[in-house]
């Protein structure tokens, strides 16, 4: 799939899904079956215990899944998702997760994003699979079809 689609679909992705600019994630590369997407921990990513709320690694590496699973351009969406985590990230540390296409058929993709710490230490691993439809990728349909106002 030409990278013209691929940047379309971050540009889209990035413009329209909301908790990237909320949580502060920044997208560093995007191809179709691949993703690479970092986070800084920060005060409002903490749980009651002082560190990275599970649920903010969870929301960085289905950004990242997204990315990847949907930068050939035709609209996927998520059918299974589980993470496992190793290690706490804490206030400070950038975390950065990594999603890689481990198959893809004709509907269906399963991909692994791996999520580690600035010393490369894997902080967790997030597993999904897609479910491809038949329908035109979001970006060029109309805004009013999607939007929730």
Do not use: W
């Not at 030409?2 to 679909?9: E, L, M, N």
């Not at 560093?28 to 599970?54: I, P, Q, W, Y």
């Not at 509907?107 to 600035?118: E, I, Q, V």
């Amino acid at each position: 799939m030409s990278d013209k689609i691929a940047q379309k679909v971050t540009n889209h992705i990035k413009a329209h899904d909301r908790l990237i600019e909320i949580f502060g994630m920044e997208i560093e590369e995007t191809r179709a079956g691949f993703a690479k997407v970092s986070m800084k921990v920060g005060h409002d990513h903490l749980n009651a215990a002082g560190l990275c709320h599970g649920a903010a690694l969870f929301a960085l590496a289905d950004v990242t899944f997204a990315l990847a699973v949907n930068c050939y351009g035709q609209m996927a969406l998520a059918i299974e998702a589980s993470i496992n985590y190793f290690r706490p990230a804490k206030p400070g540390d950038c975390i950065t997760a990594i999603c890689k296409e481990v198959f893809q058929g004709k509907r269906t993709g399963t991909y692994l994003c791996s999520l580690t710490n600035a010393e490369h230490k894997d902080v967790a691993i997030f597993k999904a699979t897609a479910f491809r439809i038949d329908q035109a990728p979001v970006m060029v349909q109309s805004r009013g079809q999607h939007d929730p106002k």
